[in-house]
């Protein structure tokens, strides 16, 4: 540090250079620390910018250090993070493979099952045809027998029973006949055009005779006129069935309604009982082969559980429908839709 009252003097003698320090009179102006640093610059050989530049040189070496420093932290950071992501990977793709196995395991499960359904299937089928082909000729037997009477003279009330007769044989044997020649797929019609009355009344004639045995009415309205174009057995079959269902499943004593009516898109008959109904559990099967929703009926009435199924692809070949309305221990109204005759 320069002392306040020294001024700092170069002379030469000799061909020498001196720096000594000389006292400063107090009107003279100090010199610059520019003039000064050259000056010991020139009094000992060392110049000023090679301190700079090696200040600058140490102060980039720091930098670069720091540079480093983060760099490898962030190096240290990119690897922690891989390496955790790696272990996510693997613990899901460990865990897909597991869920793949369990998935595969119910598969087979659900492919043996249903393989063992499949095999129940045919046997069911196998049976039916079986009994079909034994019923044939008996039921045969009663139609022959039925059309012999018919052709004699007899009283007009047993005159329409013993038709009753010859008509409920031969769609028994229509039945018999699809059944040996069928595995329940999809039905086959030969349509004609006729006036549903044709079909509808004769079968519920009929039912009434069934219904007396538990005490039940079959309450029959139609007042229009209406043209169908059917297959005229296998209609017959789903009417049958159906009303067949709701004495079935209808208490003794009780009435089952059977009425027709116009909608937008065909002829509906409609048959409403007041019976035990459909549980919940068991609405959307009820249509299915061999479905588990059969139950025995009110006077312990057996099913097969194919009736409703066999409705279903009936109607479906005649590009019209069924379905139901149910309320357990309230009764049931199903419908049938044939497509409006064009």
Same mark, same amino acid.
């Given at each position: 540090? #320069?002392?306040?009252?020294?001024?700092?003097?170069?002379?030469?003698?000799?061909?020498?250079? +001196? $720096?000594?320090?000389?006292?400063?009179?107090?009107?003279? %102006?100090?010199?610059?620390?520019?003039?000064? %640093?050259?000056?010991?610059?020139?009094?000992?050989?060392? =110049?000023?910018?090679?301190?700079?530049?090696?200040?600058?040189?140490?102060?980039? +070496?720091? /930098?670069?250090?720091?540079?480093?420093?983060?760099?490898? #932290? $962030?190096?240290?950071?990119?690897?922690?993070?891989?390496?955790?992501?790696?272990?996510?990977?693997? $613990?899901?793709?460990?865990?897909?493979?597991?869920?793949?196995?369990?998935?595969?395991?119910?598969?087979?499960?659900?492919?043996?099952? !249903?393989? !063992?359904?499949?095999?129940?299937?045919?046997?069911?089928?196998?049976?039916?045809?079986?009994?079909?082909?034994?019923?044939?000729?008996?039921?045969?037997?009663?139609?022959?027998?039925?059309?012999?009477?018919?052709?004699?003279? %007899?009283?007009? =009330?047993?005159?329409?029973?013993?038709?009753?007769?010859? +008509?409920?044989?031969?769609?028994?044997?229509?039945?018999?006949?699809?059944?040996?020649?069928?595995?329940?797929?999809?039905?086959?019609?030969?349509?004609?055009?006729?006036?549903?009355?044709?079909?509808?009344?004769?079968?519920?004639?009929?039912?009434?005779?069934?219904?007396?045995?538990?005490?039940?009415?079959?309450?029959?309205?139609?007042? /229009?006129?209406?043209?169908?174009?059917?297959?005229?057995?296998?209609?017959?079959?789903?009417?049958?069935?159906?009303?067949?269902?709701?004495?079935?499943?209808?208490?003794?004593?009780? =009435?089952? $309604?059977?009425? +027709?009516?116009?909608?937008?898109?065909?002829?509906v008959i409609k048959v409403k009982d007041k019976g035990i109904g459909i549980p919940l559990a068991l609405q959307n099967k009820i249509f299915d082969a061999f479905s588990p929703a059969k139950r025995n009926g009110t006077e312990g009435e057996q099913p097969f559980g194919l009736g409703l199924y066999i409705c279903k692809q009936v109607m479906e070949a005649h590009d019209g429908k069924i379905w139901f309305k149910s309320e357990p221990e309230s009764g049931t109204e199903f419908f049938i839709e044939i497509p409006l005759y064009q």
């Open positions: 540090m #320069v002392p306040d009252n020294k001024i700092a003097l170069l002379c030469e003698k000799e061909g020498k250079r +001196t $720096f000594h320090w000389a006292k400063s009179p107090p009107d003279i %102006q100090r010199p610059k620390f520019y003039d000064v %640093q050259h000056l010991i610059a020139n009094a000992t050989g060392i =110049d000023s910018p090679e301190y700079a530049r090696r200040g600058q040189l140490l102060k980039s +070496t720091e /930098q670069w250090s720091k540079y480093k420093f983060k760099w490898l #932290v $962030f190096k240290m950071g990119g690897c922690g993070l891989t390496m955790l992501i790696i272990g996510a990977v693997w $613990f899901y793709l460990r865990k897909i493979k597991n869920n793949t196995k369990s998935l595969r395991l119910q598969f087979e499960k659900t492919e043996a099952t !249903a393989n !063992a359904l499949d095999a129940a299937n045919k046997e069911y089928v196998r049976l039916m045809k079986l009994v079909a082909h034994d019923l044939r000729n008996p039921i045969g037997a009663v139609s022959a027998i039925a059309s012999i009477i018919i052709g004699k003279e %007899q009283p007009e =009330d047993l005159h329409e029973l013993v038709l009753l007769i010859e +008509t409920a044989s031969k769609s028994s044997l229509g039945l018999i006949n699809e059944l040996l020649k069928t595995d329940f797929g999809q039905q086959e019609v030969v349509k004609e055009e006729i006036f549903l009355e044709e079909i509808l009344r004769p079968c519920v004639e009929l039912l009434k005779f069934k219904a007396d045995d538990k005490g039940q009415r079959l309450i029959y309205h139609n007042e /229009q006129q209406l043209k169908v174009e059917v297959d005229k057995e296998k209609m017959w079959r789903v009417i049958n069935n159906i009303i067949g269902n709701a004495m079935k499943f209808s208490p003794e004593g009780s =009435d089952i $309604f059977i009425d +027709t009516f116009r909608a937008e898109k065909g002829i």
